[in-house]
T-cell receptor, first 115, second 111 residues
Framework: AQSVTQPDIHITVSEGASLELRCNYSYGATPYLFWYVQSPGQGLQLLLKYFSGDTLVQGIKGFEAEFKRSQSSFNLRKPSVHWSDAAEYFC?????????????FGPGTSLSVIP | DADVTQTPRNRITKTGKRIMLECSQT?????MYWYRQDPGLGLRLIYY???????NKGEISDGYSVSRQAQAKFSLSLESAIPNQTALYFC??????????FGPGTRLTVL
């Protein structure tokens, strides 16, 4: 079955520290991979996406993610976290082989930032 | 102006009432979606539509219905609301391949 797991329900980091949010997927086809961020009271905003090519993807707000096919992972990273990065982060996976834009979302990781 | 808008933003209702959540978009996308978000479960797809005449059930469509009144409008209805439909509801649009654009959400509470 297709699934997306985010092993960390909640992470707390200090402002200025580095960040890595984990994402693993189980998908039978070549995946399209996404990271979305949800700030309090807001909808989801796309941070970055991977379709093909370079496995290290740069996104908005200083985020990057690396696709590792052998590990079925797509971890999100940021070298220095800002207080405004406190939010909920969702990993998602889709596929070119689906007949519609079906995207499966992970359960989310809540990020808290300590000043 | 926001590209995807949802009304209302918050709604409290009682068990058995009929509720309609509305979504409008100015992105010009044909594809529209309704999701619900529950803590620890991420987003789950309720219904999706590829155009006005093409509406499809998602993974959790029971208890919900939709109407695509125009390319820009996609409404979600709860015919007889029940407490376990208390959740945050999101409308989204997409233009292939797969990137989705979300509205701000509607927080629905069913008492």
């Amino acid at each position: 079955a297709q699934s997306v797991t985010q092993p960390d329900i909640h992470i707390t980091v200090s402002e200025g520290a580095s960040l890595e949010l984990r994402c693993n997927y189980s998908y039978g086809a070549t995946p399209y991979l996404f990271w979305y961020v949800q700030s309090p009271g807001q909808g989801l905003q796309l941070l970055l996406k991977y379709f093909s090519g370079d496995t290290l993807v740069q996104g908005i707000k200083g985020f990057e993610a690396e696709f590792k096919r052998s590990q079925s992972s797509f971890n999100l990273r940021k070298p220095s976290v800002h207080w405004s990065d406190a939010a909920e982060y969702f990993c998602a996976v889709g596929s070119e082989k689906t007949s519609y834009d079906k995207v499966i979302f992970g359960p989310g990781t809540s990020l808290s930032v300590i000043p | 102006d926001a590209d995807v808008t949802q009304t209302p933003r918050n709604r409290i209702t009682k068990t058995g009432k009929r509720i309609m959540l509305e979504c409008s978009q100015t992105k010009g996308h044909d594809r529209m979606y309704w999701y619900r978000q529950d803590p620890g479960l991420g987003l789950r797809l309720i219904y999706y539509s590829f155009d006005v005449k093409d509406i499809n059930k998602g993974e959790i469509s029971d208890g919900y219905s939709v109407s695509r009144q125009a390319q820009a409008k996609f409404s979600l209805s709860l015919e007889s609301a029940i407490p376990n439909q208390t959740a945050l509801y999101f409308c989204a649009t997409s233009d292939p391949p797969h990137e989705q654009f979300f509205g701000p959400g509607t927080r629905l509470t069913v008492l």
